[in-house]
């Protein structure tokens, strides 16, 4: 009973930190100002917006029989899932270096909040333009609901799990973030937004396949579209490497701690 009430204890400390966290974040990052938090979802908006419009506008097509606007959309929502996920955390430590005097503070929270904001600004822009471009009938509604939640708790736990691995990682060397931006315009035409790996070779989607983030998208977009497209994907190896990172993230996590407190 006691060990119960300690560990209730615990996560009660565990949310209220969170949350006071977050809250502070949001302030800091977005103001008290004109729409405020509002930005939290608008940011994601404008640019998947903005890159549908500037496809639809140039009259690309993919060659299939999906939307473009319903195929822009799905991609690039994902991307930023992910990328703004490990994006934001880099320089967060050394942002709330302050903060983490205090006890209950671990530099894990603070990873942890800046990973939460991301995906709850991608999934409202995600929701909001689904639901808006169904209505205008620009888009048709998903297929299959529980694939499209699925594909992005994935790409959500892949985003976190990266975020973990490279704010950590930036308590180390400042060569991190200098890494990290490049890599993110060279994983970008890999993810599986401006394409679906049945569209390329065989010999490139066995390379293509190797990235985690790609599954998710075509399991996402299997969910949306249908038997309209073929997808190809393994959750279980998305998953596996989702574990790999998360775990090689904890542990770096944890020592980033240690040299903060050493400090």
């Known amino acids: 009973m006691t060990n119960n009430a300690s560990f209730l204890n615990a996560l009660t400390i565990q949310r209220r930190v969170l949350f006071a966290l977050l809250m502070r974040e949001v302030i800091t990052r977005f103001g008290r100002d004109n729409i405020g938090v509002m930005w939290i979802f608008i940011e994601p908006m404008i640019f998947t917006v903005g890159v549908a419009a500037l496809w639809t506008a140039a009259g690309l097509s993919h060659?299939?029989?999906?939307?473009?606007?319903?195929?822009?959309?799905?991609?690039?929502?994902?991307?930023?899932l992910w990328r703004n996920c490990a994006s934001r955390s880099i320089g967060a430590i050394h942002a709330n270096i302050n903060l983490l005097y205090h006890r209950n503070v671990r530099v894990v929270d603070v990873l942890l909040t800046r990973s939460i904001l991301e995906v709850a600004g991608a999934t409202m822009s995600f929701v909001i333009l689904s639901t808006l471009f169904i209505a205008l009938e620009w888009m048709s509604p998903p297929i299959d609901l529980l694939k499209v939640i699925s594909g992005w708790l994935m790409l959500a736990w892949f985003g976190t799990a990266l975020a973990l691995l490279v704010g950590a990682a930036t308590a180390y060397s400042e060569v991190v973030e200098k890494i990290w931006v490049p890599t993110t315009y060279l994983l970008f035409p890999l993810s599986g937004a401006p394409f679906m790996v049945d569209w390329l070779p065989v010999k490139l989607q066995q390379v293509v396949l190797l990235l985690p983030m790609v599954h998710g998208v075509e399991?996402?977009?299997?969910?949306?579209?249908?038997?309209?497209?073929?997808?190809?994907?393994?959750?279980?190896?998305?998953?596996?490497?989702?574990?790999?990172?998360?775990?090689?993230?904890?542990?770096?996590?944890?020592?980033?701690?240690?040299?903060?407190?050493?400090?």
């Open 63 to 80: 060659g299939s029989g999906i939307p473009i606007v319903a195929f822009a959309i799905t991609g690039y929502s994902s991307v930023l």
């Open 219 to 263: 399991l996402l977009r299997e969910g949306y579209f249908g038997n309209t497209v073929r997808s190809h994907y393994d959750i279980g190896y998305m998953a596996f490497c989702c574990i790999v990172l998360t775990l090689a993230g904890l542990y770096l996590v944890r020592d980033a701690g240690r040299r903060v407190e050493a400090l």
